[in-house]
């Protein structure tokens, strides 16, 4: 089952601009959950949905008081509350 098929299931990407979210899951493994857990993205973190680019892709967020640039893909895999 793909991430994106449980219907309650919130990830950073659904989080509207202007909006914060507390992230309560990674999910996946190897390099692209280290990755992003080396910028600073776990659990408990709060993360403000700062913009979107033009096509909507990159998101760009705060968390932990710096801007980062997520791509959707990376996004989709951070489950927030």
């Known amino acids: 089952m793909a991430i994106s098929d449980n219907k309650n299931l919130r990830t950073l990407r659904d ?3 202007g909006q914060t979210a507390i992230v309560k899951r990674i ?3 190897g ?3 280290r990755h992003i857990m080396d910028m600073g993205i ?3 973190s709060e ?3 700062r913009k979107l680019a ?3 892709d990159p998101i760009e967020i705060t968390i932990r008081g710096y801007q980062l640039s997520l791509r959707k893909s990376e996004c989709e895999i951070i489950e927030v509350e």
């Open 15 to 17: 989080i509207p601009v």
């Open 27 to 29: 999910h996946g493994s």
């Open 31 to 33: 390099q692209l959950k």
């Open 42 to 44: 776990t659990k408990g």
């Open 47 to 49: 993360v403000l949905v």
């Open 54 to 56: 033009p096509l909507g």
